[in-house]
């Protein structure tokens, strides 16, 4: 198998998923060239849809997920879903309270209106009926655990995004209805033979997304 495959992806997939394998994979696949591009989500797509990326990994809240739409010829497959957790300051809430997240002590931390997270906060906005505002705005996980840690508020994170950095200051507590998080490969399908480079890495990147699931769940 040999090429060159460039690959699109947000941030703690990347860094959790893809990039701990890429050893492993070049000596198996010594001719197949993996290439890696962390953008945020509207500046992938573009490329996908430019041709400029062979793939990209997008995240979803798997509530809202059937609310998107795909441009034709372009296919979708689901690699991992996980929990949103709700990171708060160590302290302000007893993990085994009932938590009422519209009636939470802090401000919701603000995060790009592209990124899932925004999403989930949407959602609770609507179901809850709360005003739910925010203080500040972050793009990183390791900015919002900061703000978190320093009492500026609360965030919604991924799973895999806490995956590997320190938790000081911060408790990070599972919440009934907060939902998961969906992540997918988005492609578009040439309808070629099944054992393109493409194809290769979509599988690669599918196993390694397993193993992940598998040992979160451990």
Do not use: C
């Amino acid at each position: 198998m040999a090429g060159v495959v460039r690959v699109g992806g947000f941030t703690s997939f990347v860094r959790t998923v893809v990039i701990p394998r890429l050893p492993e994979w070049r000596t198996q696949y010594p001719q197949l060239q993996i290439r890696i591009v962390e953008d945020d989500l509207p500046d992938l797509m573009r490329l996908l849809r430019q041709r400029q990326l062979d793939a990209v990994v997008v995240e979803l809240d798997s509530t809202t997920a059937e609310q998107r739409s795909l441009s034709a010829g372009m296919t979708e497959e689901p690699l991992l879903d996980e929990p949103w957790k709700l990171v708060v300051p160590s302290g302000a809430l007893l993990a085994t309270e009932n938590i009422d997240l519209a009636r939470l002590p802090l401000p919701w931390l603000g995060v790009d209106p592209t990124a899932a997270n925004a999403a989930v906060l949407g959602r609770l906005r609507q179901s809850t009926g709360a005003q739910m505002e925010s203080a500040h705005q972050y793009q990183e996980t390791l900015t919002a655990l900061a703000l978190v840690a320093a009492g500026e508020g609360i965030a919604i994170v991924p799973t895999l995004a806490l995956s590997g950095i320190a938790h000081d200051g911060v408790d990070v507590l599972d919440v009934p209805g907060l939902g998961t998080r969906r992540i997918v490969l988005r492609r578009f399908d040439r309808r070629r033979s099944p054992s393109t480079p493409v194809d290769t890495v979509a599988r690669l990147l599918r196993e390694s997304a397993a193993a992940f699931a598998t040992r979160s769940a451990s």
